[in-house]
């Protein structure tokens, strides 16, 4: 278990904000001139291979380097479960290699686009987007009551957005109640940590919801949805596409969640009221 | 010139707001199950070409997609000024070609690349790295009083930020005056549609400043620097690794900006406070 004793509350993983190497204190100006130090989150590359293909360097505040890149390949299509044999991570390098026992199916697909075309980048979006046709997500039920505890719990969770700002922060729950808590500086990285964690735990997505600082884009929506989750919450806007897809495979989507208020752009027959 | 004539204000390129095909009107539901109608922000797939080679597939609120490629490819270092030739963009495949009259360095180098490892994803980030080695922005002076006076300017500006939210700025602004005011729902794009614009209309550097609503992470102070602006100002926070890039560079860089109030961590002796 993944599980994070520091913390006294019912999270299974939180931040640590405590965490050697993950901010750095700096010295500067304010705006009448007068030094002032402040903490800011540190940022660096983390090149995630398959096997022996490089697959891409992500930029990465650098927690949990093994279930960025796990979650990462999972979420591209490119790692089913069932597949995942070894995670060794360079930290020198700043690489982390995710083995299976043979080539996947995503490495055969690779050599014969590299070859075909000699660029291997636009595969990605298109291998994310083929995951999505025929599926449909569990319609499963939303208490709005829920969406309010879950909102204010996690608001005022210590975490390294309210200690130094500048990160994302994606939140797997169930219920009202918050689980994983992962913050990254690219919001997708901290979704891909939430999506590798679920894939080394064994954990069901369909009674789960996923609770995200970040914009309801096409790619949060499209990576929400092949994680199984039916339920996805922000306090941020959204953009058509990602209304869309969500429509598409019955996501319900929540945005722009402040205090009480908020905007369901998908699935509001999901949700439950209050009587 | 792109200048946009429907502005009233001093901006050579502003915001569109009434532009067909950028947002759409979605239905949902709000905090107490009424019908609502919101304005959201569009978001499609653009191709990049650099001649036959495809590059990478961009998420795009849709608008200047020549802008993007060209600028793109150009804060990738994968395409210089002198070596442009036309671009041609194909609104039905949403694909933007943008063509040099010869193979440019960068394709011969991928196709090496691409001989060796079999993936040239890798290859994009370490060259935005090399393109930093041995650059040093020029000393220009910042005065304080201009930077409260752009950001009031730009933060009351109509703008698919204001209207629809979900999306990013950037805006190139030269003393007291915003001069390019680009939005996109990627940060990244917004810059880039800069860096085009500042591409194709053969503008100074030197004497500009660059204004974004984003993080100052260090692909924003990376693609800053590469354009030659020697100072980014954001209402946003920082990243440990922008900071040191920044200092490396020489690039004034202020961040977490309201109303009259800033911090500043590179580069604060260039800054002018009123007497």
Redesign the interface.
């Known amino acids: 278990m993944a599980a994070n004793l520091s913390t006294s509350s019912n999270y299974l993983v939180a931040p640590d904000i405590e965490a050697v190497g993950l901010?750095?204190r700096?010295v500067?100006?304010?705006?009448?001139?007068r030094e002032?130090e402040?903490r800011?989150?540190?940022?660096?590359?983390l090149?995630i291979y398959l096997n022996r293909?490089?697959?891409?360097?992500a930029?990465t505040i650098g927690d949990h380097p093994e279930l960025l890149g796990v979650g990462f390949l999972a979420n591209q299509g490119m790692l089913r479960a069932g597949e995942l044999e070894r995670v060794d991570y360079h930290e020198e390098l700043g690489v982390v290699v995710v083995r299976t026992a043979g080539e996947t199916d995503y490495e055969a697909k690779?050599?014969k686009k590299?070859r075909t075309?000699?660029?291997?980048?636009?595969t990605?979006?298109g291998d994310m987007m083929e995951g999505l046709e025929g599926l449909t997500l569990p319609p499963a039920r939303v208490k709005?009551t829920d969406l309010y505890a879950l909102a204010k719990e996690i608001n005022t969770t210590p975490s390294l957005y309210l200690e130094?700002?500048?990160i994302h922060g994606t939140v797997l729950c169930e219920g009202a109640r918050p689980l994983v808590y992962m913050e990254d500086?690219g919001r997708h990285n901290a979704v891909d940590k939430v999506a590798g964690w679920m894939l080394r735990e064994g954990a069901t997505a369909g009674d789960k919801l996923l609770y995200t600082t970040g914009?309801?884009?096409?790619?949060m929506v499209i990576k929400c949805a092949l994680m199984g989750i039916p339920a996805l919450v922000s306090r941020?806007?959204?953009?058509?596409?990602?209304?869309e897809i969500a429509r598409q495979v019955g996501l319900t989507l929540v945005g722009?969640m402040r205090g009480?208020?908020?905007?369901?752009?998908?699935g509001?027959e999901r949700?439950e009221?209050p009587e």
């Open positions: 901010t750095r700096v500067g100006r304010d705006h009448e001139g002032v402040m800011v989150v540190e940022e660096r590359p090149t293909t490089e697959i891409v360097t930029m690779l050599s590299v075309s000699g660029c291997a980048v636009g990605v979006f709005v130094a700002g500048a500086v914009r309801l884009t096409s790619e941020s806007g959204f953009t058509a596409w990602g209304v722009r009480e208020r908020f905007v369901c752009l998908s509001e949700l009221w």
